[in-house]
């Protein structure tokens, strides 16, 4: 499960701060606005894949296959952002931002990647669909802020936008989780068991499960923050647009 970063800073981490904050330097800003302008662009490539396939099969079935490579591709590249959290050029927290980026980088390899079964399953054309849309619009809201020039239209969509891609997202990464079940289950799948030399046991099938439970607890309190993220964020622009 992965919400979408309402993090601080106006190196693309912010709207709404009481105190100018100081940013990166020129050099790491630069770096960032390169970072940012790629993956835009990799998660547009996605979504024209997405599309092209659509209308050349006139189906929505089996989309994946289109877009695999690059989505395996830019959905790791998300890392880097642990690393930019870690070394203090983005102000965001090293746990939050990795718990994001860790979650769909284990749904799209230790899950859709590994049980290929699910790769057909209309549940990940779901998850993969809000995925694109949220990443053009925050990659893109983190650019213009890098560059002091954020258009309203896309500070509005990156906080408004959620409330439905949000829960999109998690039915479809449910649901995909729902369906490799049965065949992590006959396969053994990343499972270790006992007897072994290092006396450790790992049940991966039960591992699922838990992740899958884990999302009750954790998706109200992430969805209801970005709720008040966004009534703060917008009523502040709209105040500064009445001044």
């Known amino acids: 499960m992965s919400a979408p970063d309402m993090g601080t800073t106006k190196t693309a981490h912010s709207d709404v701060t009481p105190k100018k904050k100081r940013g990166p330097g ?59 959290c870690a070394v203090g050029i983005v102000p965001s927290s090293v746990v939050l931002t990795g718990f994001q980026v860790l979650s ?9 990647h590994s049980v290929r079964e699910v790769q057909s399953e209309d549940s990940v054309l779901l998850f993969v669909s809000a995925w694109t849309i949220t990443e053009i619009i925050r990659y893109s809201f983190y650019t213009f802020s890098l560059l002091n020039h954020l258009p309203y239209l896309i500070k509005w969509a990156r906080y408004t936008f959620f409330l439905v891609l949000y829960p999109m997202g998690v039915t479809g990464e449910l649901l995909t989780i729902y369906a490799a079940l049965p065949y992590v289950q006959k396969t053994g799948l990343y499972s270790v068991t006992l007897p072994n030399k290092y006396n450790f046991s790992f049940d991966y099938y039960t591992f699922l499960i838990l992740t899958m439970v884990s999302y009750i607890p954790l998706f109200p309190q992430l969805y209801f923050h970005m709720m008040r993220q966004r009534k703060k964020v917008l009523a502040h622009v709209e105040e500064y647009k009445t001044e």
């Open 26 to 84: 020129a050099l790491a800003t630069a770096y960032l606005v390169i970072y940012n302008v790629v993956m835009t662009a990799g998660w547009l490539v996605i979504a024209v894949g997405l599309v092209r396939a659509y209308l050349v099969r006139g189906s929505y079935h089996g989309l994946y296959f289109s877009i695999e490579k690059p989505l395996k591709f830019f959905q790791t590249g998300a890392l880097l952002e642990i690393l930019h």
């Open 104 to 112: 769909r980088v284990f749904l799209t390899w230790a899950v859709t």
